[in-house]
């Protein structure tokens, strides 16, 4: 008899006839002979709800009372999984992350778990309880502050317990039936992954697929826990992130899928002087604004003028933020102008394969031409290629590669079976 950790996000739980149905589903683990462990997120879209509601009342809520408030959602699918489940003659405790044992660093709204201390969940279970666990919250060690993970951090929730409990998986139930090839609800033909390494998921949920928190994987990664990704709307063996194990000689596929993204933006810097130091002083400027960056390109410079452009791309909300730092330099070391675009789209292929397979590049960048879409940037990792389109294009051009790498599925489309899309 082992421990299972499960995690049901929101469109799992949109309202009180699917809470019943996910209150089934975890009696059913635990009839099954588990000790059962859940993590809940907020029911539907309430935390976009909350928020909105946050900027009806302030423009700039204070962050720490902004977390007091989107961590009610969670508190409110927590308590009413547990009635749920009592009413189906099984006992289950509820308790907030904070109750729970979920120590995070100081960062409201993108606080890291730096702990886990499960005593109040181990006795719990001693007692025959069934658990459930608001999701995507702790408590600062230093400031005792209620803290959140950043949104979508109740995978990192579950995934964190499942390591402090010993659990041999982690679920993460969702509205799909797994990692897809690529968005279902952009690419109907794409097909459900069976198997993808932590890598190949890591850089899928940095590139904008939004099926994994980022955090979830690293974590997951660094005390291999295997997360099973799966429909709480079906029974269908869904996605295993797990690494292959040693000697297992199954033939990797050279792709394993297509992310994109729509929440970057993009900043060209015009007339940088071609001469020491001047990147470094843009981007130590956008350094001190605490601008997290993605890409990055610099043309060689015009001959006549010896002067260059510098592009990269960032996180649309910090957009504000940068073109005022870098304005603030214009003058002083002289640069040209600068130039904002926030209608743009990145799409990433990724695929452990393609360390060994010469060709990867064109056969994507051909694919994009046909579908008549042009690349205003590109990068590279060892394990993927990225480029930038125009944001209206990000679905042809997804579509395109999709089939131009052969990933459309033989048969039948992608179910997606909630969820707003938010
Ligand atoms: N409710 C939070 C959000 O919507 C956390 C989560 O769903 O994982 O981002
Ligand atoms: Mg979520």
């Not at 960062?107 to 181990?122: C, L, W």
């Not at 743009?344 to 879409?373: E, Q």
Request: charged share 25%; with cysteine; aromatic share 4%.
């Amino acid at each position: 008899m082992g421990i299972v950790v499960q995690k049901y996000g929101g469109s799992s739980l949109a309202d009180a006839a699917s809470i019943k149905r996910v209150a089934r589903r975890i009696t059913e683990a635990k009839k099954a002979g588990n000790d059962v462990v859940v993590a809940v997120s907020a029911m539907g879209d309430s935390t976009d709800e909350l928020l909105e509601l946050a900027e009806g009342v302030s423009p700039l809520p204070p962050a720490r009372e902004l977390d007091m408030l989107l961590t009610a959602g969670e508190r409110i699918s927590m308590a009413l999984v547990a009635m749920a489940i009592s009413d189906l003659g099984f006992t289950a405790r509820s308790f907030t992350g904070s109750q729970a044992g979920v120590i995070t660093d100081s960062v409201h709204g993108k606080a890291k778990i730096i702990d886990v201390t499960p005593g109040r969940i181990r006795d719990a279970i001693a007692d025959g309880h069934i658990v459930i666990v608001a999701g995507f919250q702790g408590v600062s060690q230093d400031t005792k502050e209620i803290t959140t993970l950043g949104r979508g951090g109740t995978d990192t929730t579950a995934v964190a317990l499942a390591a402090a409990l010993g659990a041999d998986v982690c679920e993460i139930y969702t509205d799909v039936d797994g990692v897809f090839t690529a968005d279902p609800r952009i690419v109907r033909s794409a097909r459900k992954l069976d198997r993808v390494s932590y890598e190949e998921m890591l850089e899928l949920a940095a590139c904008g697929a939004k099926i994994l928190h980022l955090r979830c994987v690293e974590y997951a990664r660094r005390y291999t826990i295997p997360i099973h990704v799966r429909s709480s709307f079906s029974h269908k063996e869904g996605t295993w992130v797990m690494d292959p194990a040693e000697g297992d000689t199954m033939e990797q596929a050279i792709i394993a899928g297509i992310a994109h993204d729509r929440s970057e933006a993009k900043i060209t810097v015009v007339g940088v002087p071609d001469k020491v130091g001047y990147a470094a002083r843009i981007f130590e400027a956008l350094a001190a604004a605490q601008i997290n960056l993605d890409m990055i390109v610099q043309n060689i410079s015009a001959a006549a003028t010896s002067l260059t452009d510098i592009s990269f791309t960032l996180p649309r909300t910090d957009g504000a933020t940068a073109m005022k730092a870098l304005d603030a330099l214009k003058d002083e070391i002289g640069l040209a102008s600068l130039m904002y675009d926030d209608k743009i789209g990145k799409i990433s292929l990724i695929g452990a394969g393609m360390r060994s397979h010469p060709g990867i590049s064109a056969k994507f960048f051909s694919a994009i031409a046909a579908a008549g879409v042009n690349i205003e940037m590109i990068s590279t990792s060892e394990i993927r290629i990225s480029v930038v389109v125009d944001e209206a294009q990000v679905d042809a051009a997804v579509a395109a590669a999709h089939t131009a790498f052969d990933l459309d599925a033989d048969e039948g489309e992608a179910v997606v079976y909630g969820g707003s899309g938010r």
